[in-house]
């Protein structure tokens, strides 16, 4: 993997223009801008809210309704190397249903790095879901490596609240949606910084509408889907499209690595 664009490049003497890139390297080139001392804290409340998706091409978010069918060797060594730094995996239930999400979700060489660095060995895991509509005996919850933070809605049916109160904590985000607004304070609250999401469309599109995700990263893959796969932000209803700028790109076998800040909507 190379790196084309780099987000420390005007502060190396060195930038890393062709070199292969390590598991550190990568980690590195995706700090959050408040470990990046050349640029400051940009982020709000604290927090730094990353989003991460693959698409091909031509715009599609899945394959046959999953996303694994898009990703090549180099988007699954991104995937999980950007899980292993955050403080918190925010997805969302969809995702969740669609792509399983059970035991563990990072490697022993994941936890290694982060009790290193004094890191809880495995990052929070938070499920944002308005209806409760889960299975509180699916493997999500049966092999959770740390109990779920379930972030859901006042409207939300009791019975299904009582039953997975036992195997998650159950916190309301709002009446009839999970605000943004309201995720971000609950995992401030938590003491969490990196939030690494990895989606999906329905989740990046509220973000995105609130004008509250911080950071994109793309997966581009040299593939021509077709379909009917959605798009990484679904069919949200967005007031005017949100802007982007560029501060990374790497490549790897014809598949681009876009990261994003995202602007102001
Ligand atoms: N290409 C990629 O990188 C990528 C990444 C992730 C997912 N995907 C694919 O995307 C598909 C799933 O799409 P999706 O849009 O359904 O994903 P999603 O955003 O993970 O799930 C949507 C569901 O999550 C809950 N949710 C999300 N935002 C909410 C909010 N603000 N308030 C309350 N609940 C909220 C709701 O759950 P309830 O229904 O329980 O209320 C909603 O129905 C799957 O096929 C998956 O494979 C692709």
């Known amino acids: ?13 060195s930038p890393m223009l062709t070199a292969d890139l390590t598991d550190d390297d ?10 990046d001392q050349r640029r400051g804290d940009l982020s709000r409340d604290g ?14 978010a899945t394959v046959h309704g999953r996303s694994d069918g898009l990703g090549t060797p180099a988007d699954q060594r991104l995937f999980a190397l950007l899980r292993r730094p955050a403080d918190v995996i925010l997805v969302g239930a969809g995702t969740v249903r669609a792509e399983g999400y059970g035991g563990d979700l990072v490697s022993a060489e994941d936890r290694a790095w982060r009790e290193a660095r004094g890191l809880p060995s495995h990052p929070a895991v938070a499920l944002v879901s308005g209806s409760l509509e889960l299975d509180p005996e699916s493997t999500f919850f049966t092999t959770a490596p740390v109990r779920p933070l379930l972030l859901t809605t006042t409207g939300a049916d009791a019975g299904r609240r009582a039953a997975l109160g036992e195997v998650a904590d159950v916190v309301d985000c709002g009446t009839d949606q999970a605000e943004p607004a309201r995720i971000r304070a609950v995992l401030a609250e938590r003491g969490h910084r ?16 609130a004008g509250l995700a911080d950071e994109l990263c793309l997966s581009l893959s040299p593939l021509l889907a077709g379909g009917a796969g959605g798009r990484i932000i679904g069919d949200a209803d967005l007031a005017s499209p949100s802007g982007m700028d560029l501060v990374g790109l790497l490549e790897e076998d014809g598949a681009l690595f876009l990261r994003y800040r995202v602007t102001a909507p």
């Open 1 to 13: 993997m190379r790196a084309l664009v780099h987000p420390y490049a005007s502060g190396l003497a």
């Open 26 to 35: 990568l980690v590195a080139f995706y700090a959050p801008p408040g470990q």
């Open 47 to 60: 927090l730094w809210v990353r989003f991460n998706f693959v698409s091909s091409a031509d715009g599609a």
């Open 194 to 209: 990196l939030v690494h999401s990895e989606g999906g469309p329905t989740l990046l599109g509220a973000f995105t509408a």
